[in-house]
């Protein structure tokens, strides 16, 4: 949803935000480190190299060790 710096993923390969509960969504990381909620994926900066990973969480990342 959105567009440029104000991207949201809401869903990928027909998995989608709220899926599995109010808690469920994708969360991102760049070179191992979660990005925030409040940094757009449209808005981060990536670089030559950098590694991207999309996760889906079922409740707002905490099983996956995302801090915000």
């Known amino acids: 949803d959105g567009g440029a710096r104000s991207a949201y ?3 990928i390969a027909g998995l989608h935000e ?3 509960g109010k808690g469920s969504g994708w ?3 760049v070179n191992g480190d979660f990005q925030p909620a409040s940094v757009s ?3 981060y900066p990536v670089y030559d190299g ?3 990973e999309w996760l889906y969480t079922l409740d707002l ?3 996956e060790g995302a801090v915000f």
């Open 18 to 20: 709220f899926d599995h």
């Open 50 to 52: 950098d590694h991207i």
């Open 41 to 43: 994926c449209g808005s």
């Open 61 to 63: 990342g905490a099983s």
């Open 27 to 29: 969360l991102y990381r």
């Open 9 to 11: 993923v809401t869903g």
